[in-house]
Structures are given as structure tokens and as C-alpha cells.
């Protein structure tokens, strides 16, 4: 696992989307240090970093991933370190509600031919 986070921090340092998402998890849990991972999974948590959880979440949203654009549309709907606004927690939430959209029609037509 210390590696898997190694990986995923060089990659959300490179621009990958998906990495800055993962990587913003992790710091918004604290889990973000290798001392909290072994072989086996989570042995402890540090304490979370919202700050950088939130550069995170935000280059992952702009970059496309959907876990980012979930985590920055909840954070504006609550006002977790931003400012609350439905209008920007709408625009987060909707281009994954269209993904999800269309993963369904897609679904329903090779469900019904």
C-alpha cells in the first residue's frame, strides 16, 4: 500500500485527474502519510489536511474525475472549507449526473436490444 501511495502521489503531481482525487482522500482522512499503510491495509490515522485535500479535489474536478467532482459539489453544498453555494455545488454535481445518465441509457440498450 506505501507504494500504491507512492505511485498515486508522483502521478497527482504529474496532472492525472484520478490520482489528485485519490490523493485528496487521503488527505482528507489522513492517510496520506506512508507510516499510516503497511502490506495489510490502514494501520492508523494521522490528522487530515483539509487544505490540501482541497487542491486536490479541486485539480481532480477540472481535470474530469467524477470522485473529485462529487467531493468539491458536496463541499460547496455544506460549505466545507469554501464558500456554500448551491449554484457551484450544482455545477459540480451535474456533468457526474449526466455521466450517470448515460451509463444508464447505455445500460437500458444493450439490456433491451
Known sequence: MRLALELFRNAAEAGDAEAQGHMG???????DSPDCWTADGIVRFGPPKPAEALLHYYFGAAGGDMTSRMAMGYRHLTG???????????????????KVRGTRVGLARVWLG
Open 25 to 31: 482522500l487521503c488527505y482528507s482522512m489522513g492517510l
Open 80 to 98: 466545507l472549507g469554501v464558500p456554500r453555494s448551491c449554484w457551484s455545488a450544482a455545477s459540480y454535481y451535474q456533468p457526474v449526473g449526466e
